[in-house]
Structures are given as C-alpha cells and as structure tokens.
C-alpha cells in the first residue's frame, strides 16, 4: 500500500516537473519568437532604407540629367536666337519707316520673279532660312559655281555687313523673300496687329536696302507652327491681303534642329525625296550656328543636277507654292 501511494506520489512530481519544463520552454518560445522576429524585421527595415536611399540617389540623378538635357536645349535656342540677332542693331529704327501701301509690286521688281519656269518633271527650290549671317557669302559663292539660282528668306538684320549680304544675294539673282523681321514668335504671333507691324518692317528693310519688292513670306516655325495661339489661317489671310504668297517647304534638310546633324545626314535628308516629287522645297538654313550646312551644300547641288529630268530653280511668282495648312 505504501509502496503504491509512493509510486503515485512520483508520477505526480514528474508531471509537475513536464509541466513546469513545458512552461518554461513556452515561456521562452515566446520571448524568443518576437525578438527574433524584431531582429529580422529590423535588418529587412535596414536593407529598404539602403535600397530606398539609392532609389533616392538614382532619381536625383535623373532629375539632374534631365535638367542638364533641359538646360543644354534652352541654351541652343537661345544661341541660336543670339545668331539670328547677331549683327542686328535697334529694330525701333526701324519701325519709323513703315510702308503703308507695300504691294501694288509684283511685276518682276523681285529679281526677275515674273519668268516662266522651265518644263522640267522635278522642279527643286532650295531655301535658306534665318540668313544674312556669316555663311552668306560662301553660300552664294557655292550656288555660283554650279550656276545655280535660290531662295533667301531673311530676316531684319541692320549691321552694314548684313545690308551688305543682302544686296549680294538680290545682285546675284537669287529671290529674297520674308521670314519676319525679329523672329520673335511669341511678339510676331501675338495679333494680327503685331504680325502686320512686323510684316512691314522688313518688307521696307527689303525695299529699301535692294529696291526689291518682296511678294514670297515664310512663316517662322512655318504655317503648322505649334507656337502661335492664334489660328494661322490669319496671318495667311493677311498675306493674301497683301498679294503675298507664303511658302513652306515639303522636304527638311532638318539643318534646323537641336542637333547640329552631320553633312551626310544633311545630303540624305535633302536629296532623297526629290525624284518622288514635282515639286520639292527644300527647307535649310543660312545661320552661323549651322556649318554643315555650308559644307553639305555642294554635294546637295551634284546630286540633284545629277538626277533625270529635274531643275533646280528660284522662287517665282510662278512657282507653286507648298503649304502646310489647307
Ligand atoms: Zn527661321
């Protein structure tokens, strides 16, 4: 009997004995649990800030390209602005000469604009925009000596260099038409008012730096310009007024972007499209922040004159004029 109740008595005590192991063990469980669980969530909280810092880093980085992208883009305009300027000396002179009556002209006052084009199945018209600058000359030069007439849209430069230039590309026999006075979109643009002031200032610089009544306008930016809020049937209207006809050009040299393009890009660019087009005007630019223009130019003409059935030609009263707007 003894030896029972001793038996039980130890069965007991080793249970209790399990029981206090089993808490003990749980209570440990659970204070190890959650400080592992801390330690772990806290490498994983270190290791998002380093990602996080350099996501941070990378993005600022970014930002900072952007800007120096957006930064180097404003600067080419503005320098390119400053080439359209250049030479350029008080437009207020100017304004004090307005013609007031401009176009009752158009009877061969232009060079020689009245003459009738020769029958050729491609008719080519190259077109230097934003001139007189510092490449005038060898421009002209280079159109001399393939005998070779074109299209000079200028801009109201007063520097006696630039009336210079002017006369020469008028004593050359190249058109000159309009392509604004300032160049300024944003003034040029902003009425009609404004776009007919400006209109007439260089008409008169034109007048009367070269006698020449110009009758041919290029629109800055062209007739499709995303820049002018105001609808440019307008202005075109206004030139229609004024017995102007405004020309935009269906094939690019792309001379005119960001980006100075190399000469082979420029031949490619202003050649390719001809033989697929009666009638091709070819859009370059006459600006000293565009070189390779100049050096392009000759392999441009070669490859034309080389081409079947095709005239390179000035612009005339009697050229059909491209347009961008309908
Ligand atoms: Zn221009």
């Known amino acids: ?54 996501s941070q880093s990378c993005q600022q980085q970014l930002l900072e390209q952007v800007a120096a992208v957006a930064a180097r883009q404003e600067e080419e305009a503005l320098r390119r602005q400053e080439d359209d300027m250049e030479q350029q000396s008080s437009p207020l002179e100017r304004q004090e000469i307005m013609v007031s009556a401009p176009v009752a002209a158009a009877d061969g006052q232009n060079g020689d604009l009245a003459v009738v084009e020769p029958d050729a199945a491609h008719k080519v018209y190259l077109t230097f925009d934003d001139g007189p600058s510092k490449y005038t000359e060898e421009i002209l030069d280079i159109l001399d000596t393939y005998d070779v007439k074109a299209t000079f849209f200028v801009l109201g430069k007063e520097s006696e260099y630039s009336i210079e230039m002017l006369q020469e590309i008028a004593r050359r026999g190249h058109t000159i038409g309009m392509h604004s006075y300032s160049h300024k979109y944003a003034e040029i643009y902003r009425s009609v008012e404004d776009f007919s002031a400006d209109f007439y200032q260089i008409y008169s610089y034109i007048l009367e730096n070269t006698g020449i009544q110009s009758t041919c306008y290029r629109f800055p930016g062209g007739s499709s310009n995303a820049i002018s809020d105001i609808d440019m049937h307008v202005f075109a209207d206004f030139l229609a007024e004024q017995e102007i006809e405004y020309f935009d050009w269906n094939v690019s040299s792309g001379d005119g972007g960001s980006v100075l393009l190399d000469v082979d890009t420029l031949v490619r660019n202003a050649t390719s499209g001809i033989p697929g087009n009666g009638t091709s005007i070819i859009l370059m630019h006459d600006a000293a922040s565009r070189p390779t223009t100049v050096e392009a130019l000759p392999r441009i003409i070669e490859n034309i004159l080389a081409m079947e059935d095709t005239a390179i030609l000035p612009i005339t009263d009697n050229t059909t004029p491209v347009h961008h707007i309908k």
Request: charged share 30%.
């Open 1 to 54: 009997m003894e030896k029972g109740q001793r038996s039980q008595g130890d069965a007991r005590r080793r249970r209790v004995q399990r029981l206090k192991k089993m808490i003990v063990l749980s209570v440990l469980i659970w204070m190890i649990f959650p400080v592992g669980l801390c330690v772990a969530l806290f490498g994983r909280i270190k290791a998002l800030d380093r990602q996080l810092a350099e």
